[in-house]
């Protein structure tokens, strides 16, 4: 009962920065897991990042780690990504999912899954 909605993609350069945005509606986003994944053409869908029911608990992957941030703030409903010192391999479309456990890094274990925002970074 999450209905998921990504924004803020966009082509950017290498070592540039975008902070992607994850709107949510729905009875149950206070208590959900909330997650960003990412696919490229021709890849499996990929773990980036998820965040606990409070914002306490992180996880990211790991290359990604210590250059993307994942926050929410519950009482607007929203997920976000910041995502800095972007790399070409960081070209993919991004989706916001919503799960029940924490830690969990595959997407069939996800509930509900945003459209996806298409991220590209040129070199």
Do not use: H
């Amino acid at each position: 009962q999450v209905q998921l909605v990504e924004s803020g993609g966009g082509l950017v350069q290498a070592g540039g920065s975008l902070r992607l945005s994850c709107g949510a509606s729905g009875q149950t986003f206070s208590k959900s897991v909330m997650a960003w994944f990412r696919q490229a053409p021709g890849k499996e869908r990929e773990f980036v990042a998820m965040i606990g029911w409070s914002g306490r608990t992180t996880d990211y992957f790991d290359s990604v780690k210590g250059r993307f941030t994942i926050s929410r703030d519950n009482a607007r409903n929203t997920v976000d990504l910041q995502m800095n010192s972007l790399k070409p391999e960081d070209t993919a479309l991004y989706y916001c999912a919503a799960g029940k456990r924490l830690f969990v890094r595959s997407p069939a274990e996800y509930d509900f899954w945003g459209q996806g925002t298409q991220v590209t970074v040129s070199s």
